[in-house]
Structures are given as C-alpha cells and as structure tokens.
C-alpha cells in the first residue's frame, strides 16, 4: 500500500519505542546462544528438497528455566500444542484451551510492552480505551477461527498460522514465523535447520542478531525463507503486528522500518477483522510467503 513518509516516521518511533520497552527479550550469547553454519541455497518454488546446509541445530543453548520464569513465555509456550496444524481439518476450541488462550492476553497486558501499545491504539481511535475491551479485541484478532482452507470447517486462525505454523495439503509449510517454537520443533526434532539466507546488503549476519531470515524443513517439507524475530518476547511480537493491523485497512500492509539496527520490511496480511499472516523480512532478494 502507498504510505506516507510521516506515517512510516511515526511508525518507526513506536516500534522502536516497543523494542526499548521490552525488557523480556532475552540476550543472545547469555540467555540462549545460536549456530548460524551455512548459507541456504535456492529452493525451487513446491520443491521440498533443500541442501542441508547446517549440520547441527539453530539453538545450541536457550534458558529454559529463565523461559519458565516469565509469565507471558510460559503462558505462550502452553498455546502451542493447542492446533491442529493441517489446514482444512477444522479446529476443537476446548474451554481448557480458551482459559490459556485469556491467560496469555492477561499475562501480556500487564506487560509495558502491551500497555504502551494500547496507549498508542486507543489514542489513534483504532481500539477501545477499557482494558478489557481491548483484551477481547486481541482476542478477536489473534484467536478467532476462520477458514483458510474453504474444504472443510474453520481450521485457522492468525495466532496458529504466524506462531505455531501449518502445513497445506501436505505439500508446503504456511507461516511459523516465531523463534520459541523454532526452537521447541528442533529440539523434538520436528524441525531441521538448513541455513540462514543473507540479507542483500551483508554477507553474513551475526550470531547475535534479532532478525534471521531462515530456511528449514519441518514435517518433511520445507520452507524456503521465513523471517524470524529471535529473542524478542512474545508480547512484543504481538504488540507490533497489531499495531500494523489496526492503522490500516488494506487487504496487505507492508512497512519499512528501522527498528533498533534492522531495517526490516514488516508485512501483515488480513483476513477479515482477523490477522492471516505477519512477519518480519530482513531486506534482501529472496522469494517470500
């Protein structure tokens, strides 16, 4: 969409605004440490081959204990077992599952990352200034099913699609763009990381750096590029998609921001009132979904 240069101005003060306040992002080389290895090599678009370009896993190290420690990883961590990642086969919301669901949203709000973010919102008219009207329009956003396979019933929604991940027809991999379930899926060994792509301008990133574009194979089939926030907390993530969200009306957003030293294309697709998909792109020329 055509934006003004204010608008992106404006925007690029918020989210870096969220990134000061998100004192949950964990510290790379401390709180977890990664393996970059090689650098991914070109996938065929419906290919599910790639060269393995990684032997060993992303994460050589996370803090688990210090993941358990904060309330919104916790909460989230008990979210991702909670889909059934097919598309097309429809979703069983269990009242189990909604009370995790509201546990995560409360955990997030109490966070400054979030109570900025409904600030800015409510301020811009884009949400509702009662807290817990604000709560159910997350909700509403993230977690409301919708259909993204029309076969059969409503088997998605934005929360699954962008932070757990699913497959279609078995033939490739939508969405799974968050570094806590990358990490949980290598660990199970659901997940294989084959490499990193490099952004355009710089050969290789640093092992260090809080946006990766990533390429790996996942239920065996691959993923040819997906950017990836690394470290960041969960609030913060959601915080800054939906922002992207709610000051625009187009069908896909796409943003380019300078947050902390990343410039980054930040893209947010819409489905309905509901987020289809959203995720970072470190500025480079590969395909992307």
Known sequence: MARSQQADRELTEVLNQLWILDTNRLRPGTDYIISLQGKAGYVAQGSNYARDKARAPLFTY??????????????????????????GVKEEVTSEE??????????????????FAHGYLSNKGQSPSDCDQFKRQLYDIWFRLYHRDRSGGKDSCGFEHVFVGETKFGREILGLHNWVQFYLQEKHDHLDYKGYKARANKNTPDEDDHVLNLQFSWKGLVKPVAGVFI???????????????????????????????????????????????????????????
Request: proline share 2%; hydrophobic share 40%.
């Open 98 to 115: 909604l009370k995790e669901n509201r546990l995560f949203i409360d955990a997030m709000m109490e966070t400054a990352v979030m109570k």
């Open 231 to 289: 470290g960041v907390s969960p609030e913060f993530e959601f915080a800054l998609f939906t922002i992207i969200f709610l000051m625009s009306t187009e069908k896909r957003t796409s943003v380019e921001v300078k947050v902390d030293e990343y410039l980054l294309e930040l893209i947010v697709y819409r489905n309905g009132q509901c987020i289809g998909t959203s995720y970072p792109k470190l500025l480079s020329s590969n395909q992307w979904d």
């Open 62 to 87: 996370v803090n688990e204990d210090k993941l358990k420690s904060i309330e919104t990883y916790l909460h989230f961590v008990n979210l991702l077992d909670n889909y059934e990642t097919s598309t």
